[in-house]
């Protein structure tokens, strides 16, 4: 099994084999066999799957199991791509004949611990007489429920799993062995550029050629919020509601959009980000996501220059464009202040993780533009 799996814009490589797989079921078989022992025609267990990602331990269970049972299935989802949402929805609800029953929860895999708690409640409104969990997979340092998992058949780490029931996008359950997704190779590695400096850097002016020579998808948080109200897309709606109520409008909501256009924006090689990360808040958040991938950031890029200059720029640029948050001195006094107090600490964060390149800003156009260019062109 040293066949890699190509789903969609992923590559997976194998984690586990169907012999260990079988090894493990026919250990938790045993367990229940013994367990489950004094299960009659009159009393039988009820053997309740969930699909669809159990469905292939389900039936390698039942070949196992020798005590009287009644096989029955629902459906729950809480994953969409790679990752989890947090609520759970249900597709095949649960039929209501389970009174006083012994009932044993069949699952593919624990992650959250979403899925069962649901389960687990809908179940006992059912009156049943006993609840089990009986699961192939769980991730011990993602679960952190107290309901407790009876039967486990092997601990993974947390990473993303597909094979053998388990899907990404509904693809990939039709193998016989594990895969875990390998975040050292995707097809295309794309890249993540973070544009950095204090206001009148720069950042603008360079933005377009650095877009144009590496073939990028320019997301400025600014112009993202304004295209998401103009288009009245439920975050836009979201966020032109905070705005006009005179408030910030909070990372989630930004994070979101981003998130949202990483995965529709297609034929570009990558992002180049101008106004987010703002905060370390925003930078572990950026990082959160795109590890949910097997992505990193790949640079900050940050362009440079003394203070002063700072307001000598904004200044022209106020007399040039007419830019209203550039025209009084006490708001670009603040902005200054504001870049210092929360942004500035991302120098630190991305130095200590080894992706900051600092750019002499000072100097004409073309200039900073080829010293730009001589950092990027290494990624
Ligand atoms: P939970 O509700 O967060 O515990 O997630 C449980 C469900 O999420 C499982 O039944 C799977 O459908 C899905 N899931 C969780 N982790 C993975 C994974 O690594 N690969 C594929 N599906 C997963
Ligand atoms: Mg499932």
């Known amino acids: 099994m040293d066949q890699k799996l190509h789903i969609l814009d992923k590559v997976f490589r194998p984690l586990i084999s169907h012999e260990e797989i079988d090894k493990a079921i026919d250990r938790v078989a045993r367990q229940m066999n013994l367990d489950y022992a004094d299960c009659t025609d009159e009393h039988p267990a009820i053997l309740l799957c969930t699909l669809n990602g159990a469905v292939i331990f389900v039936a390698e269970l039942l070949k196992r199991l020798h005590f009287p049972l009644i096989f029955k299935a629902c459906k729950l989802s809480s994953y969409s791509g790679t990752q989890s949402t947090g ?43 006993e609840i089990r969990i009986c699961t192939l997979l769980v991730k011990p340092e993602v679960y952190k429920k107290s ?41 295309k590695t794309m890249k993540y550029y973070v544009l950095f400096g204090p206001p009148g850097a720069g950042k603008g002016t360079q933005a377009g050629s650095m877009v144009e020579r590496y073939h990028l998808c320019h997301l400025s948080t600014g ?101 209203a948050d550039d025209a009084r001195p006490e708001v670009v006094s603040n902005r200054v202040k504001t870049y210092h107090e929360k942004t500035e600490p991302l120098i630190e964060y991305y130095r200590q993780a080894e992706r900051y390149h600092e750019i002499d800003g000072v100097g004409t156009i073309e200039e900073v533009r080829s010293r730009i260019f001589s950092v990027m062109d290494q990624f």
Do not use: W
């Not at 044993?104 to 009156?127: C, F, M, N, R, W």
């Not at 094979?163 to 359950?173: A, F, I, T």
């Open 223 to 323: 112009e993202l919020l304004r295209s998401e109200i103009a288009a009245g897309t439920p975050l836009g709606l979201q966020a032109k509601a905070l705005i006009e109520a005179g408030n910030l409008v909070p990372d989630e909501v930004v994070e979101g959009m981003i998130e949202a256009r990483f995965r529709s924006t297609k034929d570009v090689e990558g992002f180049l980000l101008d106004g987010f990360p703002r905060t370390i808040a925003q930078a572990r958040a950026l990082d959160a996501m795109l590890a949910r991938s097997g992505e990193s950031v790949t640079a900050c890029v940050s362009l440079m220059i003394p203070d002063p200059l700072i307001h000598e720029r904004i200044a022209h640029r106020a007399n040039i464009e007419g830019r």
């Open 147 to 187: 309901i407790k998992l009876d039967y486990v058949a092997m601990e993974i780490p947390n990473r993303f799993i597909v094979g053998y029931g388990l899907d990404y996008n509904e693809l990939g359950r039709n193998t016989r062995d594990i895969y875990v997704l390998d975040d050292t190779k995707t097809d």
């Open 87 to 129: 609520s759970v929805r249900t597709d095949i609800p649960l039929s209501a004949d389970l009174i006083g029953r012994r009932v044993i929860i069949v699952e593919d895999i624990v992650d959250s611990g979403a899925t069962i708690e649901t389960l687990v409640s809908q179940l006992k409104g059912l009156d049943v007489k």
